[in-house]
Structure formats: structure tokens, C-alpha cells
């Protein structure tokens, strides 16, 4: 408490520091001591005027910044700051001294000092001081990020890469020279877009290119063309980064080699390719039998009947039996056909896509009284390879399937448009719709594939399908395909 009663305030807590003065005035280091005590530093400091006295005392302990003097007998700042950065080169460095000369205070700057205060105006040194150390501890904090970084991008299974703002390579890591095929760390830093095979190096470059312009998030497959011309599919997804002021600096990303992911889809397609083309020639050998052979013979068998009911003729219970039979034979006739239609209409492989689905709208909506509407635009006698005829006519065939079963609507349109470069069929319907994601997501364990099927079809001949829903709002069913010119 002081003499007018007032309780004392606690004094601030004082702020360590290992100082370093290389100076050759002891009045000078006395002086400036007194400054750095005043401005609250609790100070641990040794004055040498020599380079070797200087490199002995680094050796000797840890210092938190060094002030030199510029003009000594023997010594002055620059070669001070050379031997402070050959021995603590992370250690913040002050100039504090007379008149130095613009020159000399620039030479200074670039070299690496943090900051020079005249001996006239030692009042600044402590906020100088301040500031070099926070720097200084910026510097550390960056430093040890980037080590973090260094080792773990080291030890990443996934390639890890950097960016300049022009989308240049600045750093890559092993795997990512792995990955590229790549023998030394040099090898690496270059424009990585001429790695990318020709075949998709236009789109991949595009895209990149977009990216680095807009500063945006950058993510792609596309497949290498290593050195010895063997290929390798990669995933690379990249973050933009942008500095404190939100200008795009460069991207940081990772590729990761997908070939063993993109071999084993492939064999799969393969795979399911074969099995869909031997279903498909299964339908169309069985249709044929049936509509051949068991059509041949029921058709004898009516003939028989027709042939049988002259002599019958009456109303006798013979007469009666005699036509239920002739009833039951043209009811078969006409399952056996339209299950031969259903199995592989002929239509498809004789008249094409546009003519087979006509006929089979036309059919399904006799069938199930449904009111189905079916437009063709564009050329609409235009033949289309057999396996994508397929695939257009299985999905239509799925979908009316799914709308008969499902959708509780009364009205179902389907429209064929052929373009010049493209084909694409609609399915749309007014029933109670679905939640698209909701279904999807549950087609593993509810047992309903005909969803996957569709996609997987369309996958298989490069056709885009997509399905558009709402509950109580009708689904539409989208397949489309480019036509090669």
C-alpha cells in the first residue's frame, strides 16, 4: 500500500531474454541493457566484439536474438550476421548502431536482418525487439507445420503434391514420384499434364486449367502414359489455397493409382457384358422355339379343333367341350406368344429400336390398361448397333414394368428422340413417385434390382441414366447415349 493508502498494483510480469550484444562500446552495451531492462525484458545477456568471440558464445548457449553494432575495429554487422547464420541461421538479427548508410541498411534487409535502430534513438529498440521475436516465432511455427507436413506427406500411402499459383509442381513426395514413374525428386517438379495419356490430356488440362483460373477445388480420373507407354489410372482430388488477403496461391492435393480398381471394374463389365449378351441370346433361342415350334403346334392343334367342330356341330355337351378346348388353345397361343415377344421381340432385331417399342407400348397398354403415349422424333428408321438398341429397349421395358407394379399412375408417356449425334428415351409417369435417394441406397437389401440393372446396362454401353422423383409427384426415366459419328 502506498502513502496515500491506495493498495500497489502488481508490477508486470518481466519477459526473459537471451540477448547477445556484439558490440565494441561497453558504454554503448550498457546503454542499450538499460533500454531493454526499461522496456521489461528480464535480460541474460554477454558482449562480444569478435568473430571468433562471437562463434564461441552461439556454441555456448542458446540465444533468443543478437544485436550488433555495424562499424567495429575488426568486425562489423554483416559479417556478424554471417556468422550468427552459419552457426543459428532461425536466430533474429538487429542492427543497432550509428548512421549506416541506405545502402548498407538494404544490403542488410536482403541478407536477413529483421531490423536496424540507431543508437540516437534507442527508445525503439524494445518494440524492435518485440517484433523481430514475433516473426521469429512465426517463422517456427511455419517451419515446424511444414515438418509436420514434410513427414507425413513422406509416409503417405497417396501421392501429395503442391502448386504454384501459375498450377505449376512446386513439391511432390515418393509416392507421388512413384505413381508418375519418376526416379529422383528433380524429376518431379514439372508441368505434370504432359504425364497424362493423349486421350485424355485435352480434357484433364482444360479442367486443371479452370481450376487454377477460378481458384477452386480440383478432383478427376484420368489414366498416365508412363516412360516405357504402360498406362496407369489415377484419382487426384486438390484443395485451392489462397493467402491472408484471399488471392489464390496454388493447390494441395493427392493422386492416388486406382489401376487395380479400374482393371477389376473392367473385368466385372466384361464379365457382366458376356452374361447380359448370353441372356439375351438365351431370350431370342427360346422366343424363336416357342414362337416356331410351340406356335406351330398349337396352331395344328386349332386347326384340328376347327376341324372337329363341323361334325360337332350343336349344342351338345361334345359341341361345348369341344369349344372350351378351342378357347384354351387360342388362350395359350397368345400367352406362348406374347411371352416370346416379352423374351425377344423379333421386331428389334428386324426393324430396329423405334418400331420394337411401339409394339411393345402398345401391347402393355392393352395388356394393362394403362394409357401409354409413345413418340418417336428425329430419323426415326435410323439403325443403332444391336447391343445399344438392346439396352434402349430393356430400360423402356424395366421401367413400364416399374410403373405398372409401383407407380399407381394413370398415364405414362415415352418419347424416342434420334438427333445427329445422340439418342435419348423418356419415361415419364404420374404416379406417386419415390424418394430416389432413399431407394437406391436400399437396393442391397430390399432385393429390388431392376434399378441396378438399368444403370448397369446403360454403363455398359456408355449411356447415361438417370432417374428424376418426388413422392406424390410421378417419376421420369432418363437414358441417353453420343452416337459416334
Same mark, same amino acid.
Request: charged share 25%; aromatic share 6%; with cysteine.
Given at each position: 500500500?502506498?502513502?496515500?493508502?491506495? =493498495?500497489?498494483?502488481?508490477? =508486470?510480469?518481466?519477459?526473459?531474454?537471451?540477448?547477445?550484444?556484439?558490440?565494441?562500446?561497453?558504454?554503448?552495451?550498457?546503454?542499450?541493457?538499460?533500454?531493454?531492462? /526499461?522496456?521489461?525484458? !528480464?535480460?541474460?545477456?554477454?558482449?562480444?566484439?569478435?568473430?571468433?568471440?562471437?562463434?564461441?558464445? &552461439?556454441?555456448?548457449?542458446?540465444?533468443?536474438?543478437?544485436?550488433?553494432?555495424? %562499424?567495429?575495429? /575488426?568486425? %562489423?554487422?554483416?559479417? #556478424?550476421?554471417?556468422? &550468427?547464420?552459419?552457426? !543459428?541461421?532461425?536466430?533474429? *538479427?538487429?542492427?543497432?548502431?550509428?548512421? @549506416?548508410?541506405?545502402?548498407?541498411?538494404?544490403?542488410?534487409?536482403?541478407?536477413?536482418?529483421?531490423?536496424?535502430?540507431?543508437?540516437?534513438?534507442?527508445? /525503439?529498440?524494445?518494440?524492435?525487439?518485440?517484433?523481430?521475436?514475433?516473426?521469429?516465432?512465426?517463422?517456427?511455427?511455419?517451419?515446424?507445420?511444414?515438418?509436420? *507436413?514434410?513427414?507425413?506427406?513422406? +509416409?503417405?500411402?497417396?501421392?501429395?503434391? &503442391?502448386?504454384?499459383?501459375?498450377?505449376?509442381?512446386?513439391?511432390?513426395?515418393?509416392?507421388?514420384?512413384?505413381? *508418375?514413374?519418376?526416379?529422383?525428386?528433380?524429376?518431379?517438379?514439372?508441368?505434370?499434364?504432359?504425364?497424362?495419356?493423349?486421350?485424355?490430356?485435352?480434357?484433364?488440362?482444360?479442367?486443371?486449367?479452370? +481450376?487454377?483460373?477460378?481458384?477452386?477445388?480440383? !478432383?478427376?480420373?484420368?489414366?498416365?502414359?508412363?516412360?516405357?507407354?504402360? =498406362?496407369?489410372?489415377?484419382?487426384?482430388?486438390?484443395?485451392?489455397?489462397?493467402?491472408?488477403?484471399?488471392?489464390?496461391?496454388?493447390?494441395?492435393?493427392?493422386?492416388?493409382?486406382?489401376?487395380?480398381?479400374?482393371?477389376?471394374?473392367?473385368?466385372?463389365?466384361?464379365?457382366?457384358?458376356?452374361?447380359?449378351?448370353?441372356?439375351?441370346?438365351? +431370350?431370342?433361342?427360346?422366343?424363336?422355339?416357342?414362337?416356331?415350334?410351340?406356335?406351330?403346334?398349337?396352331?395344328?392343334?386349332?386347326?384340328?379343333?376347327?376341324?372337329?367342330?363341323?361334325?360337332?356341330?350343336?349344342?351338345?355337351?361334345?359341341?361345348?367341350?369341344?369349344?372350351? &378346348?378351342?378357347?384354351?388353345?387360342?388362350?395359350?397361343?397368345?400367352?406362348?406368344?406374347?411371352?416370346?415377344?416379352?423374351?425377344?421381340?423379333?421386331?428389334?432385331?428386324?426393324?430396329?429400336?423405334?418400331?420394337?417399342?411401339?409394339?411393345?407400348?402398345? !401391347?402393355?397398354?392393352?395388356?394393362?390398361?394403362?394409357?401409354?403415349?409413345? /413418340?418417336?422424333?428425329?430419323?426415326?428408321?435410323?439403325?443403332?448397333?444391336?447391343?445399344?438398341?438392346?439396352? *434402349?429397349?430393356?430400360?423402356?421395358?424395366?421401367?413400364?414394368? %416399374?410403373?405398372?407394379?409401383? #407407380?399407381?399412375? %394413370?398415364?405414362?408417356?415415352?418419347?424416342?428422340?434420334?438427333?445427329?449425334?445422340?439418342?435419348?428415351?423418356?419415361?415419364?409417369?404420374?404416379?406417386?413417385?419415390?424418394?430416389?435417394?432413399?431407394?437406391?441406397?436400399?437396393?442391397?437389401?430390399?432385393?429390388?434390382?431392376?434399378?441396378?440393372?438399368?444403370?448397369?446396362?446403360?454403363?455398359?454401353?456408355?449411356?447415361?441414366?438417370? @432417374?428424376?422423383?418426388?413422392?406424390?409427384?410421378?417419376?421420369?426415366?432418363?437414358?441417353?447415349?453420343?452416337?459416334?459419328?
Amino acid at each position: 500500500m502506498n502513502r496515500h493508502g491506495i =493498495p500497489d498494483q502488481p508490477l =508486470p510480469r518481466r519477459r526473459p531474454l537471451r540477448a547477445l550484444l556484439v558490440e565494441d562500446c561497453e558504454s554503448d552495451a550498457i546503454l542499450i541493457t538499460h533500454e531493454l531492462k /526499461h522496456g521489461g525484458y !528480464e535480460l541474460v545477456h554477454e558482449r562480444v566484439e569478435t568473430a571468433e568471440a562471437m562463434a564461441a558464445a &552461439l556454441k555456448k548457449q542458446a540465444w533468443d536474438i543478437v544485436l550488433s553494432d555495424h %562499424n567495429m575495429p /575488426h568486425f %562489423n554487422s554483416l559479417d #556478424a550476421m554471417a556468422t &550468427l547464420k552459419k552457426h !543459428e541461421p532461425n536466430v533474429p *538479427f538487429i542492427i543497432v548502431s550509428g548512421a @549506416i548508410g541506405e545502402e548498407t541498411t538494404v544490403i542488410a534487409v536482403k541478407g536477413g536482418a529483421a531490423d536496424y535502430v540507431s543508437k540516437s534513438k534507442l527508445a /525503439h529498440l524494445s518494440s524492435a525487439v518485440e517484433r523481430a521475436l514475433r516473426e521469429a516465432d512465426q517463422r517456427r511455427a511455419l517451419r515446424e507445420s511444414e515438418e509436420v *507436413f514434410r513427414k507425413l506427406s513422406e +509416409c503417405s500411402p497417396a501421392g501429395v503434391f &503442391l502448386t504454384d499459383a501459375k498450377g505449376s509442381v512446386t513439391y511432390t513426395n515418393p509416392r507421388w514420384r512413384t505413381i *508418375f514413374g519418376l526416379a529422383s525428386r528433380d524429376d518431379g517438379i514439372r508441368e505434370w499434364t504432359q504425364a497424362v495419356h493423349p486421350q485424355d490430356r485435352a480434357r484433364v488440362v482444360e479442367q486443371w486449367n479452370s +481450376c487454377v483460373r477460378e481458384g477452386r477445388e480440383y !478432383e478427376q480420373e484420368f489414366c498416365l502414359r508412363l516412360a516405357d507407354g504402360s =498406362p496407369r489410372w489415377v484419382y487426384t482430388r486438390a484443395s485451392a489455397m489462397h493467402d491472408e488477403h484471399g488471392k489464390y496461391a496454388g493447390h494441395v492435393g493427392t493422386i492416388t493409382d486406382i489401376t487395380e480398381r479400374k482393371q477389376a471394374e473392367e473385368a466385372r463389365a466384361h464379365l457382366v457384358q458376356k452374361l447380359i449378351t448370353a441372356q439375351e441370346d438365351e +431370350c431370342r433361342r427360346v422366343s424363336v422355339e416357342l414362337h416356331d415350334q410351340m406356335g406351330q403346334g398349337l396352331t395344328a392343334l386349332m386347326l384340328g379343333l376347327n376341324a372337329l367342330q363341323a361334325p360337332k356341330a350343336g349344342k351338345g355337351p361334345d359341341a361345348r367341350q369341344l369349344q372350351q &378346348l378351342q378357347e384354351l388353345a387360342n388362350d395359350l397361343m397368345s400367352r406362348v406368344h406374347r411371352l416370346a415377344w416379352e423374351l425377344r421381340p423379333a421386331a428389334l432385331d428386324d426393324l430396329g429400336l423405334a418400331s420394337a417399342l411401339k409394339r411393345y407400348v402398345e !401391347e402393355c397398354s392393352q395388356r394393362s390398361g394403362l394409357a401409354v403415349d409413345f /413418340h418417336v422424333s428425329g430419323l426415326a428408321d435410323q439403325r443403332l448397333q444391336p447391343s445399344i438398341e438392346t439396352t *434402349f429397349y430393356r430400360v423402356v421395358q424395366e421401367a413400364l414394368t %416399374n410403373v405398372i407394379k409401383h #407407380a399407381q399412375a %394413370n398415364r405414362v408417356s415415352v418419347l424416342l428422340d434420334y438427333r445427329r449425334d445422340s439418342v435419348l428415351v423418356i419415361v415419364e409417369d404420374n404416379g406417386k413417385g419415390f424418394d430416389v435417394g432413399k431407394v437406391m441406397n436400399s437396393i442391397n437389401s430390399s432385393g429390388r434390382l431392376g434399378l441396378l440393372g438399368m444403370q448397369e446396362r446403360a454403363a455398359l454401353v456408355g449411356a447415361k441414366f438417370n @432417374i428424376e422423383s418426388t413422392p406424390d409427384a410421378g417419376t421420369t426415366v432418363f437414358l441417353s447415349r453420343t452416337l459416334e459419328a
